[in-house]
């Protein structure tokens, strides 16, 4: 076995919310494996920066395309404009979410709770069976979806984040098992604490309690997700097919 398993030179990767955060640190790891990255989010602005950051950094191409992955045209267009410039998608990464609202079931509004799932949860399936069609073509693709800790635990207060990535998890499998026959494998990755402008650390108090939550003691940084985003998108990983793997610093190990 050779480091060559890992390289993705000639593979196009589409990340979904791919300029900042857990996103830009999975794209720049699949970029310095060698992949041609596109750049999918609302921000276009954003996506157009971080394309162009990355192509500087790393020596490959990139394309930025403004995307709204809870609209089924969003999602359709970008993996179009994807095929369009580099002729095949080889691997997605669902990135794309957010937290949600925050507030307990009784008070949480009809709109908060759908927006949530709609770009958690539906987003996820609107990339993914655009993605898919193209796979299907070529015999051949990856599909990463990063879900949460939360796929498997109960969070107060986050009855639409849990909801919308319990339901990414059981999709992921579903698909892992409709797919495969096509040499499409679909996993799954967990994340735990990770700095994020979706996860905020408001401070030293609340960064030690985040803390104590963590047996490793420290809370994730977003480059740290590109070695198991490299290890699902690579030939390296061409037996995992279904599985949910944690990054999480031991969060599960302790439960809620």
């Not at 990135?95 to 949600?100: E, L, R, V, Y």
């Not at 990463?144 to 919308?164: E, K, R």
Request: charged letters at 20%; aromatic letters at 4%; hydrophobic letters at 45%.
């Amino acid at each position: 076995m050779t480091l060559d398993i890992f390289d993705l030179t000639g593979k196009v990767a589409v990340i979904t919310g791919g300029y900042k955060g857990i996103g830009r640190g999975i794209a720049e790891g699949l970029a310095e494996a060698g992949a041609d990255i596109v750049i999918g989010a609302r921000n276009f602005e954003g996506c157009k920066e971080a394309a162009a950051e990355i192509k500087k950094d790393f020596g490959v191409e990139t394309l930025a395309v403004k995307c709204d992955v809870s609209r089924v045209e969003d999602a359709e267009n970008m993996i179009a404009a994807t095929v369009e410039k580099f002729g095949q998608v080889d691997i997605l990464v669902n990135n794309a979410g957010i937290t949600g609202a925050a507030k307990a079931v009784v008070n949480m509004p009809d709109e908060e709770w759908q927006q949530t799932l709609a770009i958690n949860l539906t987003g996820i399936f609107n990339c993914s069976r655009a993605a898919a069609r193209e796979m299907v073509k070529r015999k051949s693709g990856k599909i990463i979806n990063v879900t949460s800790v939360a796929s498997f635990m109960p969070l107060p207060h986050s009855g639409d984040y849990c909801a919308s990535k319990g339901g990414a998890l059981l999709l992921t499998k579903v698909m892992a098992l409709e797919l495969i026959k096509h040499n499409i494998q679909v996993n799954a990755i967990c994340p735990g604490y990770f700095r994020t402008d979706l996860n905020p650390v408001l401070g030293a108090k609340v960064e030690q309690e985040i803390k104590k939550r963590v047996p490793i003691g420290r809370i994730g940084d977003p480059k740290e997700m590109a070695g198991l985003a490299l290890l699902l998108a690579s030939s390296a990983g061409d037996y995992l097919v279904g599985t949910a793997i944690n990054i999480d610093g031991g969060v599960m190990l302790k439960g809620t």
